[in-house]
């Protein structure tokens, strides 16, 4: 059965923190790992990972893979109260011709001022 | 390019009733398909489909009815509503391809009295 599992699923720091979110996940075919971060409405996108030891980076974010251990981590550096949301790991198995995302539980993040 | 739209945003409904989410795209993506997102357990899917005409079900398909007549809209039917399908409901749409990140609608918060 695919399987995607996030820790910790609930985190809490001060603001200027820098944070590791972690996602390790089972699934048939691999092909992606996608990272999305939901506010108050729908996940929005941030990140898809499809190559080991590849750092993806935008601002502050930044997320790598490794295939073969089967996980990977999104680090917030300098951590602002914007940046408080559910962030959720996604990964589409490729059965078929057709994608289905399995999403992990979700991490929590709340940073405090 | 409004992207994904859902439709109703929030919706009260009595036991056994039935109704449909609505979701269109307006980006020409092959892929759609229906999430539900309950506390602790991340989004989990409910059907898809790779086209007009083609569905197939989900994770979590029972109690849920989907078509596909156009490319544009892919609604999801409860057929008698039951408490345990209170829950937020996401539609996500993608590009046709391997690695092409979903886009997801604003989500309805549906809950069943």
């Known amino acids: 059965e695919d399987k995607v599992v996030q820790s910790p699923l609930s985190l809490v720091v001060h603001e200027g923190d820098t944070v590791t979110l972690n996602c390790s996940y089972e699934v048939t075919n691999f092909r992606s790992l996608l990272w999305y971060k939901q506010e108050k409405k729908a996940p929005t996108f941030l990140f898809m990972l499809?190559?080991?030891?590849i750092e993806k980076k935008s601002g502050r974010l930044s997320s790598i893979l490794d295939k073969k251990e089967l996980f990977s981590i999104l680090n917030i550096t300098a951590t602002q109260t914007g940046d408080s949301a559910v962030y959720l790991c996604?990964?589409?198995?490729?059965?078929?011709?057709?994608?289905?995302?399995?999403f992990g539980q979700g991490t929590r993040l709340t940073i405090n001022p | 390019n409004a992207g994904v739209t859902q439709t109703p945003k929030f919706q009260v409904l009595k036991t056994g009733q039935s109704m449909t989410l609505q979701c269109a795209q307006d980006m020409n993506h092959e892929y759609m398909s229906w999430y539900r997102q309950d506390p602790g357990m991340g989004l989990r899917l409910i059907h898809y489909s790779v086209g007009a005409g083609i569905t197939d079900q989900g994770e979590v398909p029972n109690g849920y009815n989907v078509s596909r007549s156009t490319t544009e809209d892919f609604p999801l039917r409860l057929l008698s509503a039951a408490p345990s399908q209170t829950s937020v409901y996401f539609c996500?749409?993608?590009?046709?391809?391997?690695?092409?990140?979903?886009?997801f609608g604003d989500g309805t918060r549906l809950s069943i009295l």
């Open positions: 996604a990964v589409p198995p490729w059965i078929q011709g057709a994608q289905k995302l399995v």
């Open positions: 499809t190559s080991s030891g």
């Open positions: 996500a749409s993608r590009e046709t391809g391997i690695n092409q990140p979903q886009h």
